[in-house]
């Protein structure tokens, strides 16, 4: 069955850095984009990243925009999220979700989403 599975979340400084991991299983993940999402509490989920199947193409908020990057290891299944330069507002349980869609395009609406992992905690906070 279709499996994501987030990790490296926790408690950091603001300023500091963190790396989330998406390793998926039970789909063929090179014909899949992969978005990154986030949901602080009493807020909707919004989207941070995207990928596309092919890695030709990434979206970024303008919130998180030359503070994050995006990646894929089609060798591996796993999509990466490097987090730098965190801020108190990055604060949110982060998901990975993954949809099939063709070269070159992803989506930031969580929407158009398919597939999702259960979610990792971030909290930037001294």
């Known amino acids: 069955q279709v499996q994501l599975v987030e990790s490296g979340g926790g408690l950091v400084q603001p300023g500091g850095s963190l790396r989330l991991s998406c390793a998926t299983s039970g789909f063929t993940f090179n014909y899949y984009a992969i978005g990154w999402f986030r949901q602080a509490p009493g807020k909707e989920r919004e989207g941070v990243s995207c990928?596309?199947?092919?890695?030709?193409?990434?979206y970024y908020a303008d919130s998180v925009k030359g503070r994050f990057t995006i990646s894929r290891d089609d060798a591996k299944n796993t999509v990466y999220l490097q987090m730098n330069s965190l801020k108190p507002e990055d604060t949110a349980v982060y998901y990975c979700?993954?949809?099939?869609?063709?070269?070159?395009?992803?989506?930031?609406?969580?929407?158009?989403?398919?597939?999702w992992g259960q979610g990792t905690q971030v909290t930037v906070s001294s």
């Open positions: 990928v596309s199947s092919n890695d030709g193409n990434t």
């Open positions: 979700a993954a949809v099939i869609l063709p070269d070159y395009v992803c989506y930031s609406s969580p929407q158009a989403y398919d597939y």
